[in-house]
């Protein structure tokens, strides 16, 4: 061991694993934060401030429609969809593949819902609608895993097929309509404002369970002011919604109030924390990351790629066919047009912007949620504006499809500009 | 050094369609013992490696482990044997952290969850018995590593689910000066630890400095097997790989390709 006491070994001066046993304080944990930050490591900040920026700027162009509670909770409704649709497309954007056709995923097994509600009970309709929905993700993984498409070409051709399936199921031109009033619920649908409450406590308990136990098993490298300030921002968080959303959003003239959390909010809670776990605590979620980041390598450990691929894929439908519920649930029917135009690429741009990359192994799954509001905020406050006059333009309308599209097309083409600039960045060092 | 190969290949033949890479291929590998495989591009390293990690399963010939006849037909009976491959790629996913790249396909679970916290513990002991100093946290990802500590994890991979036959493909080919200095220690520590280590390399003085015994590979053959003394030296070297024999070490009748 002698010559492993000689200060200067390789040029190196920190001994074994000097910041494994270190304690870090908070204000190493923030600095530590700022550096990874400069070496292009964003995570999902960009998306934060994006959140930041366009609530400020609806806010004030427009608070009197804009900042209400009605539009808070209108607003969490009108996310739900796209945020699970891209969860699932994020479990092929961690493999470094893409699903261009999951918003049409979403729609044939909304269709599938909406037309067996006609006739059959509830549990075989929802049973059937998953089933064709893993069915579709399924084909989509075989034909990428083993007959060895990419599967940017494979998911353009479900884009065509899919809509065809979707098309023959509700006709052309029809809609059908969904009268279960659980299915109307899932996103419509409010809880009691104590079941609220219940449900925001629970939440909050095990937010500071998984916080603790992850700040306990660090070895000192999250400091406790760290976790405790996640804590009591996620508490004063949720009490401040909680309390927002229990308070009554009607308007005045309305028969019955309406009040309590929006029944879609705990269950994208819920699909947060299950995939979450999935991804971070298991192997599969441990094997996701590695083919995602060097195929060969993952490989070699080995670990079966195709089947991997081909399993990822499947989750995509199964999470696409909840999304899609989750659009129909919202409108309370399904048409042609449920999960097509612009879902598909807000789905994709939800999950890059909140900072899931698209040159795969990197990403979480709050990254889908934050940048769905993202692209949620920007319809929602754009159409609030609607009719302008402007100084030297003239009237402008903000409210139309052609400046939203723009908009969110901006936006996306942002979220992937920092990260192709921060992976480069990180290539460099 | 011990008397008793640990892994003795001899007579190994091998050919891809019409090619013959290997004729007759002898090699000897000792535990605790560094034998560096040298000989210049095509004179069938490569192929030689690849066939004892299961790659290109041999067409003729014995391999011997630990004193009894094996057959190696995938890389999956190679490393059931023990035998594990550093390639030069180095085969690391750059988006995991060392941890999670040392434990990638083996991952130790408690209830059906990753036991991250034995890993790390199992991650510490592995790089410390490797005296591996120059890592500031098991947690690092490994895209934050330079080449030396990339190649030191790799290395450290192979130790880790104790192999008793390690083969580095040119482990120092893309490192600067210190860190070079840095693997070759750290192969001299492979072998303090009874394993026995193959080195492919095209540096003679890394490999007069770090190995014991040399075999030299000319035109798929079998050059020479010799001890490395204060004698051997860089020119001696050269002259085995480029005609394959140097006075009267070496292939003595002439060798029609």
């Known amino acids: 061991m002698n010559e492993n006491a000689t200060p200067n070994d390789a040029g190196f001066a920190l001994t074994d694993f000097a910041l494994d046993g270190a304690k870090v304080d908070f204000k190493t944990a923030i600095s530590d934060r700022v550096s990874e930050l400069r070496a292009g490591d964003l995570g999902s900040l960009p998306a934060i401030l994006a959140i930041a920026v366009l609530v400020t700027i609806f806010g004030l162009v427009n608070p009197s429609s804009f900042l209400t509670l009605l539009n808070f909770a209108n607003f969490l409704e009108q996310a739900s969809g796209v945020i699970v649709i891209a969860m699932a497309v994020s479990f092929t954007l961690l493999l470094g593949e893409i699903d261009l056709a999951a918003g049409f995923t979403a729609g044939v097994s909304a269709a599938v819902l909406a037309t067996r509600l006609q006739e059959w009970p509830l549990v075989p309709s929802v049973l059937l609608a998953a089933t064709v929905a893993v069915i579709l993700g399924t084909f989509t993984g075989y034909m990428v895993a083993k007959v060895g498409i990419p599967s940017f070409v494979v998911t353009l051709a479900n884009v065509l097929l899919f809509q065809g399936i979707l098309l023959l199921l509700v006709r052309d031109g029809g809609s059908v309509r969904i009268s279960d009033p659980l299915v109307k619920g899932l996103v419509g649908g409010t809880l009691s404002p104590i079941l609220s409450w219940l449900v925001s406590l629970v939440g909050l308990a095990l937010y500071a369970y998984v916080m603790i136990r992850k700040q306990r098993n660090s070895h000192g490298a999250i400091p406790r002011s760290v976790a405790a300030i996640k804590v009591g921002a996620a508490a004063v968080a949720l009490i401040v919604v909680t309390t927002m959303l229990n308070t009554n959003r009607a308007f005045g003239r309305a028969p019955e109030p309406i009040q309590g959390l929006p029944t879609v909010v705990p269950i994208i809670a819920i699909i947060l924390f299950l995939l979450n776990v999935l991804l971070t605590r298991t192997k599969y979620g441990r094997h996701l990351y590695a083919v995602g980041g060097n195929p060969e390598a993952a490989r070699r450990a080995g670990i079966n790629v195709a089947s991997l691929r081909l399993s990822a894929f499947a989750i995509c439908g199964l999470l696409a066919g909840i999304g899609g519920a989750f659009l129909a649930s919202r409108v309370n029917s399904v048409d042609p047009n449920t999960g097509a135009n612009d879902t598909l690429l807000l789905a994709v741009g939800a999950a890059v912007i909140g900072g899931t990359s698209l040159f795969g192994g990197q990403g979480r799954m709050l990254n889908a949620v934050l940048g769905g509001f993202v692209l949620a905020l920007i319809p929602n406050g754009l159409t609030l504006i609607g009719k302008q006059v402007l100084p030297l333009w003239g009237e402008i309308d903000f409210g139309s499809s052609g400046i939203k599209f723009i908009c969110a097309g901006a936006a996306l083409l942002i979220a992937s500009s920092v990260d192709a600039l921060s992976r480069s960045q990180g290539q460099v060092r | ?257």
């Open chain 2, 1 to 257: 050094m011990s008397q008793t190969p640990l892994l003795e290949v001899s007579k190994v033949n091998k050919r891809f369609g019409p090619v013959h890479v290997l004729h007759d291929v002898d090699l000897k590998m000792y535990p605790g013992t560094v034998t560096a495989l040298i000989g210049d591009n095509g004179a069938g390293k490569s192929t030689l490696v690849k066939s004892i990690a299961g790659i290109h399963p041999i067409d003729s010939g014995t391999i011997t482990f630990d004193g009894e006849a094996v057959t190696i037909d995938n890389p999956k009976d190679a490393s059931a044997l023990g035998i594990e491959v550093v390639y030069q790629d180095l085969a690391l996913c750059e988006n995991l952290d060392i941890v999670q790249n040392l434990f990638l396909g083996r991952e130790l679970t408690e209830r059906g969850l990753l036991d991250e916290k034995t890993m790390e513990q199992r991650t510490r002991e592995t790089l410390a018995s490797l005296s591996v100093r120059t890592i500031k946290s098991v947690r690092q990802r490994v895209s934050s590593l330079s080449g030396g500590q990339r190649q030191t994890v790799a290395i450290a991979k192979a130790v880790l689910w104790d192999s008793k036959v390690v083969i580095l493909d040119e482990p120092t080919a893309a490192l600067g000066v210190a860190q070079t200095e840095q693997v070759n220690k750290l192969v001299r520590r492979l072998a303090e630890k009874g394993i026995a280590v193959g080195l492919i390399s095209h540096n003679m003085n890394d490999v007069i400095a770090v190995s014991d015994r040399v075999a030299v590979m000319y035109l798929g053959r079998m050059a020479a097997d010799i001890e490395v003394t204060e004698t051997t030296s860089n020119e001696q070297l050269v002259e085995l790989i480029t005609s394959g024999r140097s006075g009267d070490v070496g292939i003595q009748e002439e060798v029609n390709q």
